[in-house]
């Protein structure tokens, strides 16, 4: 399922590859946040994190 959705978003051009990149660096920031912190993080943000990754190296791929 991941790969599918990073795939949609890949070929999606209306989804910028620095909207992209923000965030997968917000989603970094939240799950280092809780590691610092000693807190559970969410699945979904591990998730979505993988996916939104996938997908940039999805784009990466296509312009090489």
């Not at 807190?39 to 990466?60: G, W």
Request: charged content about 30%; proline content about 3%.
């Amino acid at each position: 399922m991941p790969k599918f959705a990073a795939r949609i978003l890949a070929e999606d051009q209306t989804v910028e590859t620095a909207h992209l990149e923000a965030a997968v660096d917000y989603l970094t920031e939240k799950l280092l946040a809780a590691a610092a912190n000693n807190e559970p993080a969410r699945f979904i943000t591990y998730r979505n994190r993988l996916v939104l990754e996938h997908t940039l190296c999805l784009r990466h791929e296509r312009k090489t």
